[in-house]
């Protein structure tokens, strides 16, 4: 089971490409498959032309939220594609079987899988950095962002989550094995939930020496911030937290 191999084994295991993989690629490409257990999962490839195929590129999944939400809807709302042209990083939109990431033992398991599965495929053929690769998501999909963060943290270089709780993975504490970096993202006006929930994680967090940014929109309810440049504010957090960066939290959250 994936889950029980060290952090060590598990990053050499996650990037070993396959072989006969194809050339690397400039484009979207929306119906991308790859094998996970025995079944075959559904992911959205984006490589902007602004991405140098000859050099290690900065890679970003994005975990849709759940029911109408997709690897297809997401790129839409989010706008997220452009901020990858702007900056130049490959981004990835899993699909989530069954409209939902996570939650359930076995579909955590099975979805975590799903994520080892995509590096591995990605690596085969494009040229990732390895202390640059990060995880964004949407309302479960932000559930699953922070979880993925908690088991892969020596993969995952930095989370950041809008508008999802930490799960009750988390309810005696993140306990993850390396204090990663956290962006949290929170509408003021969510009724799905409560802004409450959020303050809450970013101080869980922060307990437990994470460091992290904690950003509170005003007039936003459950929704993706479009009016405050919030994906720049997603990329230069990532930006500034590649893997190998030493840092010391300072105990406070930042605004």
Known sequence: IVML??????????????????EPKHGDFGAETVKVGDSKREYRLVVPKTVDLAKPAPLVVAFH?????????????????????????????PNAIRKSWGIAPEKVENDLAFFDALLRKLAA???IDQDRVYVVGMSNGGYFAHLVGRERSKIVAAVASHSGPLGLQTLLGVNAERKFPALIIHGALDRI?????????????R?????VKYVELKNVGHMWGTKADINETIWKFFDNHPLEKKYESSGRDQH
């Open 207 to 211: 307990r437990e020496g994470h460091e």
């Open 65 to 93: 939220g759940m029911l109408i939400d997709s690897k297809d809807v997401m790129p839409q709302y989010t706008k997220l594609n452009e901020t990858a042209e702007k900056h130049g990083f490959i981004i990835l939109y």
């Open 193 to 205: 939930f409560p802004v409450v929930i959020a303050r809450e994680n970013r101080d869980k967090y």
């Open 5 to 22: 191999f060290t952090a060590e084994a598990l990053l050499i295991l996650t990037f070993s490409g396959f072989a006969g993989s194809g």
């Open 125 to 127: 053929t494009y040229k």
